[in-house]
C-alpha cells in the first residue's frame, strides 16, 4: 500500500506543475498576442474559439484567472513537495493530509465554475 500512495503523491505533483506551467503558459500567450488559439483548459466545453462573440472581452476576462489558476497550482505543487518528500514536520500533520487535496480541488473546482460562466457569458 505504501507504493501506491508514492505513486499517488507524484501524481498529484506532476498534475499541478503541469497544470499550473500550462495555465500560466496560456495567460502569457494570450497576453501578448491577444487572440484565441486552441488550448485544452481554455475554452468551456464543446465551446470553439471561432464561435466566442467577443474574444477581446473574454480574453481580458480569462487572463487573470488564468494567473491566479497557475499561480495556486505551483504554489500548491511547492507545498505537495514540501510536505511529502522533503517532509518539513508543520506540513506532515493535518495540513499536509487534508487541507492542500482539499485546496487542490477548491482551485479546480472553482475554475470549472469559471469555465461554465465563459459558456454563457461569452459563447
Known sequence: MQGFSELLDYLLTAMLAGLG???????????????LFDNRIL????????????????????????????GLCLILCVLTVLAVFVKVSFLQNWF????????GFVVLAWYVWVNARCAKKFW
Open 43 to 70: 475554452y468551456p466545453a464543446n465551446c470553439k474559439p471561432k464561435d466566442c462573440r467577443d474574444p477581446g472581452a473574454f480574453i481580458l476576462y480569462i487572463v487573470p484567472r488564468l494567473w491566479i489558476l497557475g
Open 21 to 35: 506551467v500550462y495555465a500560466l503558459y496560456t495567460a502569457i500567450r494570450l497576453y501578448h498576442q491577444f487572440t
Open 96 to 103: 499536509g493530509i487534508y487541507v492542500l487535496p482539499f485546496l
